[in-house]
């Protein structure tokens, strides 16, 4: 995590179930967990994406480890929870950041193509949820979804995630309701365009990403890092009355997006 604002050790002695966690968005947020002192198991379908993000954080310091698993597969869940609790004793924080996406026009997106994603993003969120639930309860953890402002206004050729994104809006709130009598949080962060992202670099041509940075009210595209300090925060103490909250992260974007692209 650059320009580090937080105490080394915010999140000591706490334990971190990250999906997604070995690239992108989700893989900056684990390290930064890491960073501020949480052990962190990362999850995701293959290893080969997890092993050098593990080993990067425990070179420097932290506590990872990584197990693979398909969050649209229960049982693969169940398997890799056990895991991290066998590992680190306990899971009280969760990031649900296992995602998939492409561009695709909605007459052209076959119902697998729609399918494939709701069952990541939104599904997977779901499995992941309901297999933490034993642990968090446990201990009054704390949920963090990972979500997009893709369908606050409509955004084009990506209605599938946009669908997936806003159950995931949906469920966080639901969840905070029905799980806050145990103690557990259950937050999400709406990133805006994120820069150094695989997503911005393969799914948003150049003229598109130029018109893009100017709607942005302060002037320029988020970074990994401005999601992993809003990530810090809501897993804090700091945040500790903040529950059903989607922390939108994308520099006033969404709000002054009025045309399509």
């Keep these: 995590m650059t320009n580090r604002i937080f105490a080394d050790d915010i999140l000591k002695d706490h334990v971190a179930f990250v999906t997604g966690g070995g690239t992108g968005i989700t893989g900056g947020v684990a390290r930064a967990l890491a960073e501020a002192g949480a052990s962190v198991s990362l999850v995701s379908?293959?290893?080969e994406h997890l092993d050098p993000a593990a080993a990067l954080i425990n070179?420097?310091?932290?506590?990872?480890?990584?197990?693979?698993a398909d969050v649209r597969d229960p049982d693969a869940v169940d398997k890799a929870l056990k895991?991290?609790?066998e590992r680190f004793g306990k899971v009280d924080i969760l990031v649900n950041g296992a995602a998939g996406n492409f561009l695709c026009a909605p007459e052209e997106l076959s119902p697998n193509g729609f399918g494939t994603v709701v069952d990541i993003d939104l599904k997977g969120t779901f499995n992941v949820c309901r297999a933490?639930?034993?642990?968090?309860?446990?201990?009054?953890?704390?949920i963090l979804n990972i979500s997009a402002t893709l369908h606050y206004l409509g955004t084009p050729m990506q209605l599938h995630v946009s669908a997936a994104?806003?159950?995931?809006?949906?469920?966080?709130?639901?969840l905070a309701v029905e799980w806050g009598r145990h103690g557990i949080r259950v937050n999400a962060i709406a990133p805006g365009p994120i820069e150094d992202t695989e997503g911005m670099k393969r799914l948003v041509p150049e003229p598109i990403k130029q018109k893009l940075r100017q709607r942005v009210p302060l002037g320029?595209?988020?970074?990994?890092?401005?999601i992993e300090r809003?990530?810090?925060?809501?897993c804090s103490d700091a945040a500790s009355y903040i529950?059903?909250?989607i922390l939108v992260v994308d520099g006033g974007h969404w709000l002054a997006a009025n045309k399509l692209i």
């Design 243 to 245: 529950n059903g909250a």
């Design 45 to 47: 379908r293959k290893l």
């Design 230 to 234: 809003a990530a810090v925060f809501l």
């Design 132 to 142: 933490a639930y034993p642990e968090l309860k446990k201990h009054r953890g704390q």
């Design 83 to 85: 895991a991290t609790v």
């Design 220 to 226: 320029r595209f988020g970074l990994i890092a401005d």
């Design 165 to 174: 994104k806003a159950g995931v809006d949906a469920l966080t709130r639901n």
């Design 59 to 68: 070179e420097k310091g932290g506590k990872a480890f990584a197990v693979a």
